[in-house]
């Protein structure tokens, strides 16, 4: 198995003005596993910018629904895409709204930047729930070392109740949707204010339409996360044609 991880995450349409901003500016398309390089806001050069976006370019452009679990012993990767691709089904596309910059608090007082829903997203909420409750089943046991990790954030007490039942403390309750642009910055008003004007430049529209659920995978030589296959929302008659392949190879899992 390639990957030692796996996420379940939101993107918009790989080929939309959307996606390509959010490539551009974390230094990294999952898609292709390919570098995007260049991207610098006012004030940073290429090279700075690179330093403050480590973080989310491991992971992808992204917002999470199921964060990144190991795959349950009795399981295997043809389990994990047959459950996957049936919650799809049982899900309808929908709007979520447009999307705008903003920053999401850290646990130490710092803060991300990032794409935010301009309003409470119901629909996204609602969308998490049903994953989180539905897909569970499929994950690893937390292992002491992962506990370890988690607990060593702040967490409140419901976080830390999360923690112990879904393997992850900002579920449910505690679950914000957003596309992380930066990492955990001390002073991210100055990264906020730039990405702000370099978003409305480049996206066309920042309105959000959640069609598909990708699943993720983290590559076991260098721990990058690469989208593995789409899973497109919508009855049985419309994923006949099966999820579109994103990965060349995946089927060597």
Do not use: C
Request: net charge neutral; no cysteine; proline share 8%.
């Amino acid at each position: 198995m390639s990957h030692s991880r796996y996420a379940l995450y939101l993107t918009p349409p790989l080929d939309s003005d959307l996606w390509r901003f959010g490539a551009e500016v974390i230094g990294r398309d999952a898609a292709t596993g390919l570098d995007v390089e260049g991207f610098a806001p006012e004030g940073e050069t290429p090279e700075s910018w690179r330093t403050l976006t480590h973080e989310p370019r491991r992971y992808g452009f992204h917002a999470t629904v199921i964060a990144p679990f190991r795959l349950r012993a009795d399981l295997d990767v043809i389990d994990l895409y047959d459950a996957v691709a049936a919650f799809a089904r049982a899900n309808q596309p929908f709007d979520a709204g447009p999307l705008q910059v903003g920053r999401i608090g850290a646990s130490d007082g710092r803060a991300f930047v990032a794409l935010r829903p301009e309003g409470r997203a119901p629909h996204l909420h609602a969308f998490e729930e049903r994953a989180v409750r539905k897909l569970d089943p499929l994950r690893a046991p937390l292992t002491d070392a992962e506990r370890g990790k988690r607990e060593a954030a702040r967490l409140t007490p419901l976080q830390r109740y999360y923690l112990d039942v879904w393997g992850y403390p900002y579920v449910l309750n505690e679950f914000r949707t957003h596309f992380t642009l930066t990492n955990a910055l001390v002073d991210p008003a100055p990264a906020e204010k730039a990405l702000r004007w370099d978003f409305q430049m480049r996206v066309a529209s920042p309105a959000l339409r959640i069609e598909r659920l990708a699943l993720f995978g983290e590559r076991r030589q260098d721990g990058l996360f690469e989208i593995v296959r789409e899973f497109p929302l919508g009855p049985a008659e419309r994923a006949r044609r099966g999820p579109r392949r994103v990965v060349a190879g995946a089927q060597s899992d």
